[in-house]
T-cell receptor
Framework: AQSVTQPDIHITVSEGASLELRCNYSYGATPYLFWYVQSPGQGLQLLLKYFSGDTLVQGIKGFEAEFKRSQSSFNLRKPSVHWSDAAEYFC???????????FGTGTSLTVIP | ETGVTQSPTHLIKTRGQQVTLRCSSQSGHNTVSWYQQALGQGPQFIFQ???????GRGNFPPRFSGLQFPNYSSELNVNALELDDSALYLC?????????????FGQGTRLTVV
């Protein structure tokens, strides 16, 4: 069965500090992998996605994620966090021929000055 | 701004009632998916419509139903509301397969069942 685990419910970082959000997945084959961000009152916005090829994926807003097949992980990173990055972050997987995303439970990010 | 609009933004219903939630997609987006996001949880797939036909369904009972219209709008209908139906409902539209294109999410409708 497909599942996504985001072990950190809530993370607090200082503005300017680096960030890593963890994501582990369980899937029968190599899935498509996604990171979405959700700000209060907003829908989900796609940050980046991995389909194949280079395991380091660059996204919008300075985010990147690395796919590690051996660890079934797809961690999201940002070298320097801005106050506007405070939001809820969701990791998701999907089948290459499927039609639905399987989301993790999310990580809430707080940025302190 | 994703170009996907949901209405209403908030809604309060009584247990046992019926509700219709609406989603207006971008022009040309022939695929719409609906998700339920309970408090503190990630979104869960309800179903998907492609060219006005249901194209996959998650683990939700038949009292959850949908419609997709030729004008790129869609509806989610829930009958016999239960307290556990209280959640944020999200629609996501895409030009074809959301895995291989990009799905654009609306801001959601917050449904409260009392």
């Amino acid at each position: 069965a497909q599942s996504v685990t985001q072990p950190d419910i809530h993370i607090t970082v200082s503005e300017g500090a680096s960030l890593e959000l963890r994501c582990n997945y369980s899937y029968g084959a190599t899935p498509y992998l996604f990171w979405y961000v959700q700000s209060p009152g907003q829908g989900l916005q796609l940050l980046l996605k991995y389909f194949s090829g280079d395991t380091l994926v660059q996204g919008i807003k300075g985010f990147e994620a690395e796919f590690k097949r051996s660890q079934s992980s797809f961690n999201l990173r940002k070298p320097s966090v801005h106050w506007s990055d405070a939001a809820e972050y969701f990791c998701a997987v999907g089948a290459r021929t499927g039609n639905q995303f399987y989301f993790g439970t999310g990580t809430s990010l707080t940025v302190i000055p | 701004e994703t170009g996907v609009t949901q209405s209403p933004t908030h809604l309060i219903k009584t247990r046992g009632q019926q509700v219709t939630l609406r989603c207006s997609s971008q022009s040309g987006h022939n695929t719409v998916s609906w998700y339920q996001q309970a408090l503190g949880q990630g979104p869960q797939f309800i179903f998907q419509y492609y060219r006005e036909e249901e194209n996959g369904r998650g683990n939700f009972p038949p009292r959850f139903s949908g419609l997709q219209f030729p004008n790129y709008s869609s509806e989610l209908n829930v009958n016999a509301l239960e307290l556990d139906d209280s959640a944020l409902y999200l629609c996501a539209s895409s030009r074809g397969d959301p895995m291989n294109t990009e799905a654009f999410f609306g801001q959601g409708t917050r449904l409260t069942v009392v």
